[in-house]
């Protein structure tokens, strides 16, 4: 699959304001909060997890700020990619997004370990030149698997509307056309 291409109707797509308030209502529908005012419970019999994983979704991850922008581009795109920055000790002290058109996901390219996921970071200001490999455990990958002929990516909300999205984008073109070439036509005045 050209994921580059579909990423960029997926952005010309999201210009149309019908399906940018429909990728917004999914972000919301996501992030709707509880009577307690909170996106997310942690419940745990043991005090010490819920302390542990409260400090990770809202000091470090700050998902009351960030899940919803998160959202929006996982159902955008398909994928969505956090790189996880990891301290000995201490776990993931921080995230950072990466943009779905710098990652690549590497799968059965070690014949030596089959299983092994790693992911292949492209810079897009040093094309060709500086490519980063990290390790599963360093980028949190986040899919939309609802389609096999998709993995190992994810599939896009936005994939089923592309095909009409482009047909009706070539109609409004050539009709524009249409306007033009015919508007000289108009204004001339044939006296017998």
């Given amino acids: 699959i050209a994921r580059r291409e579909l990423y960029r109707d997926y952005e010309l797509m999201d210009a149309d304001p019908i399906i940018s308030s429909a990728l917004d209502v999914y972000?919301?529908?996501?992030?709707?909060?509880?009577?307690?005012?909170?996106?997310?419970?942690?419940?745990?019999n043991n005090p010490k997890v819920v302390e542990i994983l409260q400090n990770l979704f809202t000091d470090i991850l700050n998902i009351e700020f960030n899940l919803w922008s998160w959202i929006r581009n996982l159902t955008k795109y398909g994928d969505f990619y956090l790189n996880l920055e990891i301290l000995d000790k201490y776990g993931v002290v921080n995230v950072k997004p990466l943009s779905p058109y710098e990652v690549y996901?590497?799968?059965?390219h070690d014949e030596e370990n089959?299983?092994?996921?790693?992911?292949e970071i492209e810079s897009p200001e040093a094309r060709n030149t500086e490519k980063q490999l990290l390790e599963s455990y360093e980028i949190a990958h986040f899919r939309l698997l609802s389609d096999a002929n998709y993995i190992p990516y994810?599939?896009?909300?936005?994939?089923?509307?592309?095909?009409?999205?482009?047909?009706?984008?070539?109609?409004?073109?050539?009709?524009?056309?249409?306007?033009?070439?015919?508007?000289?036509?108009?204004?001339?005045?044939k006296v017998d």
């Fill in 105 to 108: 996901r590497l799968e059965d």
């Fill in 154 to 189: 994810g599939k896009s909300q936005l994939e089923g509307a592309r095909k009409v999205w482009k047909q009706l984008t070539l109609m409004e073109d050539a009709m524009m056309i249409h306007r033009i070439m015919r508007a000289p036509e108009k204004r001339v005045f």
């Fill in 114 to 119: 089959p299983n092994l996921v790693q992911y």
């Fill in 27 to 44: 972000s919301d529908e996501s992030t709707i909060t509880n009577v307690e005012n909170k996106i997310l419970n942690i419940k745990s």
